[in-house]
């Protein structure tokens, strides 16, 4: 069995962040990533960050994707690519998946950094070819400059949906609308501006009643939904489309986590089922931390900060204490207190809550 | 269909490679996955439902979902989504068997 | 209404506008109507003239007696939220952030749309095209000085 000192799961935001601070505290670094690059899904965002500096703000999430990179490199962290971590057992023992093999790796401590998937929404016919989770256009347009169809209709107003459907017009794809089930615009309404000054109608109280098409999309039937959730009869329209992206929210990669039996909560607020974890985000598994958004859904600003604690700590506990590391942990533990500050952490503040973090 | 110009990125030019789908000759291109260069030759369905076999397209791109999952080079069960495409690579349509115990 | 249609009412537009006589100098206006945590804008002028604090999910507060228009704040806003405005001759002057393709040209004419994306009854003169390092395009263009309130964006050439 191959035996590393600290391994990271994940090479997105929360686990490259995690990587630079445990490598800078001393650590020696394996990263485990089922994709064949790094970056996680910041490699196709193409958009300027929000935040402040600390967080990379004003840089596109592409960028900040190199900036993190190229830190692994410098620390000389040591990278398996297209190596899916399939199991956690006792004593930190991972099964990892590479080349059609299965390996064992033994870790004096483990960072789960596995990030989300996108959530399904249940419709008529929702499995039709042509409808995709937002996300997957935005890597087939971003990363491949594959274009999904000509003609999109977009559901759900987070941030994710109102970024992607910018994405889409930026890529030459007509957006045809935008249906929100909420009563108002879930995401900034920044984003929200910019889509509707391009005449993209953003349609609240709506939502997808059934898909049509004989193998692939051709068109959908939307509907409209009272102050209960309950759909309007009559109130059906049909909109003719080739794509439907569906942007409904994340849930968190939890597998490895509930595999491996940790205290786990679900928590609506938080996207599903979460860790319970210490404040130095240990999970109730002895040296086995989880940051990023498989411990509650949010921004990759904060998933990037939760990573660098997560590295602080998980080096702290075995020796290796960061040269700076008082400094560090309180001002990365204030980055976040104002990250989730305001309306917007509204949500993420009561899901914390509830697996017994206080931000308030 | 490519993006042809875009106001952030650049796609640079990259090579062309064969590879056959079904039998069928495609192009994509170095760096593409197979699930992209599929979609971008018109390809929808990639897989069926195991029960009432419904076409099954291409949905979250990041190796979740197993709706893209197919036979590359004699290998079934690949995540087409994740896996890079080769030069001369033979895709197919998952053919493994599926058991299913009621 | 905004929280339900993306696009800001002309009261609320009005609210982020200085005085008229004010704007005979170029001077940024900021669209930031609901608290997000974000303040580059602040960080990025180069005369102090944006505050936001330590708390960054304040709303931005512009002193416009600082503000010379330069629209370095306009590049860097992650939401696309700011542009500069002007009055001079009658007409109004607009430097708005620009991330679509095909970009216009110097002297072109081109729709213009306000912030729901309907097309104004008058077109825009393009005055300027400023291209930067990080691929948000500062277009400045003129229409006339009734549109002050509702330009948003240029539209398609004419």
Known sequence: MIEKELVIIGGGPAGLSAAKVASEAGMKVALFERSFSLGGQLIKQTHKFFGSESQYARVRGIEIADILINETRKHDVEIFLNATVVGLYKDNIITVYQDEKYFKVKAKAIIIATGASEKFLAFENNDLPGIYGAGAVQTLMNIHGVLPGKEVVMVGSGNIGLIVSYQLIQAGVKVKALVEAAGHIGGYLVHASKLRRLGVDIITNTTVKRAVGNGKLERIVTVKLDDKWQEIEGSEEVIECDALCISVGLSPLHQLLSMGNANMLYVNELGGLVPIKTCDYETSIPHVYACGDVTGIEEASSAMVEGKIAGLMAAKHLGFIHPNYDSLEAELNQQLCVLRQGPCGEKIRCGLKKVGEIYD | MRVDEHPILDFKHKEKIAFSYNGKKMFGYVGDTIAAALVDNGVMQFSKSVIHERPRGFYCAIGNCGSCNMTVNGIENVKTCLTLLEENMIVESDKAEVIIND | ?158
């Open chain 3, 1 to 158: 209404m905004i929280e339900k249609t993306g696009a800001a009412t002309i009261e609320l537009v009005k609210s982020k506008f200085p005085d008229k006589h004010v704007l005979v100098r170029p001077k940024a206006i900021i669209e930031c109507y609901k608290e997000i945590p974000c303040n580059p804008c602040e960080t990025s002028c180069p005369f102090d003239a944006i505050y936001i604090g330590s708390d960054i999910n304040q709303i931005p507060r512009i002193d416009f007696n600082k503000c010379t228009g330069c629209g370095i704040c306009a590049q860097a806003c992650p939401g696309l939220a700011i542009m500069v405005a002007m009055i001079k001759d009658g007409k109004a002057y607009f430097k708005i952030p620009y991330e679509l393709l095909p970009l216009p040209i110097v002297g072109e004419r081109w729709s213009a749309a306000n912030r729901y994306g309907d097309v104004l009854d008058k077109p825009c003169l393009i005055e300027n095209v400023k291209k930067t390092k990080d691929r948000t395009t500062i277009v400045t263009v003129s229409i006339e000085q009734p549109y002050l309130y509702e330009f948003a964006t240029i539209g398609s050439k004419l």
